[in-house]
């Protein structure tokens, strides 16, 4: 059934942009993403289902549901994985340490700027970008105390940074590892994304390196030492990535099983401390405070459950609009009228204004017919378009929250110009130095 122009489809559009609209305010009204977009694919999936009922079709709204529901069961057993081994590396202080040591070193404020970007930069493809501006943030935070300038500047070069890393790999953003788990690209094909986004995090960071000052901040001696099983739960991490390649490269099955056998690696290694954390204690002497016992459950009931939800509730609310028939149309226009390298640089932008996992999801929904070139254009473009504002990403939300008014939408919006310049320079890099992907299907 057609419902783009019935009233259905119509309600539809109005409630998921009503719903999109509080997700975005969040900052201000303190309303958790998740709530109002699971609200709104119910009611979607429920107006939808009554108008196909009405027409005789029991059967059809139920099973594309399903359909849409193993989509987010992949993403969500993916990312539940992902996220309890870096709630376990962060409960064995591994970024804690990252950061006393950064802050012992005594670099001034222009060489810290060029280093927690970098790091970031690098940090992204392993951890994800989220994660990445947390930890990063976090040093900012530390040594430019009382410096709001350095802090407003050096979380906006983190956000480019870390988004920018993160577009390169299918462990740097939510959007690259849809494209991977759906297919389009391989493992390794995503590193043709390596230089194009060093372009797009180099132009706007010498920019914005010109507005530090070189002086060097006051630091404390605090020096942070990670817990017992912090080194091994890292190489557990990549272990653990390794076997999720591994099983989509070799074996063709889902990289959230993977993941999850994986998570099973940490879970051993979890009750092997367990079981020792007391005998170890005892040969080392009380004043040994690192020696602890270690929940694996405890970390996976740390999982960011409010992002979790909201990518259920993303993708049901666009699941449901491409049922009632709007993404055919907008696919018709977009990568048949435009063109798709047109189409491909759009996305970028519109990720920028409502956020880049709605706008891939939507584009992965249509599923436009396009070669690996255009596949990584897109890739590329979802994940670096949305550093082009702060609510363009999980990372500037995130940052916005955590260095609260120093990190602001207008202070970061005062880089907008060259940001998008580093933007439009990484596309032409890739349009340059990727043609060799041009015509191979995925």
């Known amino acids: 059934m057609d419902l783009t122009a019935h009233w259905v489809g119509i309600v539809a559009i109005v409630i998921f942009v009503v719903a999109y609209s509080l997700v975005i305010v969040e900052e201000f009204t303190h309303l958790r993403k998740s709530v109002p977009v699971m609200l709104a694919a119910g009611v979607i999936w429920a107006i939808i289902a009554a108008q196909y009922a009405l027409g005789g079709y029991d059967h059809e709204a139920h099973e594309a549901v399903k359909h849409f529901l193993i989509e987010f069961g992949e993403l969500f057993l993916f990312l539940l994985c992902a996220m309890t081994y870096v709630n376990s590396m962060s409960e064995r202080r591994v970024f804690d340490a990252l950061r006393?040591?950064?802050?012992?070193?005594?670099?001034?404020?222009?060489?810290?700027?060029?280093?927690?970007?970098?790091?970031?930069?690098?940090?992204?493809?392993?951890?994800?970008?989220?994660?990445?501006?947390?930890?990063?943030?976090?040093v900012v935070l530390a040594v430019g105390?009382?410096?709001?300038?350095?802090?407003?500047?050096?979380?906006?070069?983190?956000?480019?940074a870390a988004?920018?890393?993160?577009?390169?790999?299918?462990?740097?953003?939510?959007?690259t590892l849809m494209v991977w788990q759906r297919g389009h690209v391989d493992f390794i094909t995503f590193l043709a994304l390596f230089v194009p986004s060093v372009v797009n995090y180099i132009i706007p960071a010498i920019f914005m390196s010109f507005a530090v000052r070189n002086e060097t901040p006051s630091v404390d001696d605090e020096q942070v030492a990670m817990k017992r099983g912090a080194k091994r739960i890292m190489?557990?991490?990549?272990?653990?990535?390794?076997?999720?390649?591994?099983?989509?490269?070799?074996?063709?099955?889902?990289?959230?099983?993977?993941?999850?056998?994986?998570?099973?690696?940490?879970?051993?290694?979890?009750?092997?401390?367990?079981?020792?954390?007391?005998?170890?204690?005892?040969?080392l002497g009380s004043e040994v405070g690192d020696i602890q016992g270690f929940d694996s459950f405890r970390e996976v009931s740390r999982a960011e459950w409010d992002t979790l939800l909201f990518f259920f509730g993303v993708i049901m609310c666009v699941g449901g609009l491409g049922?009632?028939?709007?993404?055919?149309?907008?696919?018709?226009?977009?990568?048949?009228?435009?063109?798709?390298?047109?189409?491909?640089?759009?996305?970028?932008?519109?990720?920028?204004?409502?956020?880049?996992?709605?706008?891939?999801?939507?584009?992965?929904?249509?599923?436009?017919?396009?070669?690996?070139?255009?596949w990584l254009l897109v890739t590329l473009?979802?994940?670096?378009?949305?550093?082009?504002?702060?609510?363009?990403?999980?990372?500037?939300?995130?940052?916005?929250?955590?260095a609260r008014g120093r990190y602001t939408f207008f202070g970061h919006l005062k880089w907008t110009p060259v940001i998008a310049l580093g933007y439009f320079a990484s596309i032409w890099v890739h349009l340059q130095i990727n043609g060799r992907y041009e015509g191979i299907m995925p």
């Not at 990289?255 to 009750?271: R, V, W």
């Open 100 to 138: 006393s040591w950064l802050v012992r070193r005594g670099f001034g404020y222009r060489k810290l700027f060029w280093i927690t970007g970098i790091i970031s930069f690098f940090l992204s493809p392993l951890i994800d970008n989220l994660t990445t501006a947390l930890v990063m943030c976090a």
């Open 145 to 160: 105390r009382g410096n709001r300038r350095f802090i407003g500047i050096a979380c906006v070069n983190i956000v480019v």
């Open 163 to 175: 988004n920018a890393g993160g577009a390169f790999s299918p462990f740097g953003d939510i959007t």
């Open 235 to 283: 190489f557990l991490f990549g272990c653990t990535i390794a076997t999720a390649v591994s099983f989509h490269n070799f074996l063709h099955l889902p990289p959230f099983l993977g993941m999850m056998t994986g998570l099973a690696y940490l879970k051993i290694f979890g009750h092997y401390l367990n079981q020792t954390s007391d005998r170890v204690r005892v040969g």
């Open 323 to 374: 049922f009632v028939g709007y993404l055919d149309m907008v696919s018709a226009y977009m990568y048949v009228e435009l063109g798709p390298t047109i189409a491909n640089t759009l996305v970028g932008i519109l990720s920028a204004i409502v956020d880049n996992i709605p706008v891939m999801v939507a584009v992965l929904q249509m599923n436009p017919a396009m070669d690996l070139y255009q």
């Open 381 to 402: 473009t979802a994940g670096v378009g949305g550093s082009m504002l702060s609510i363009g990403s999980a990372a500037g939300v995130a940052l916005m929250g955590q």
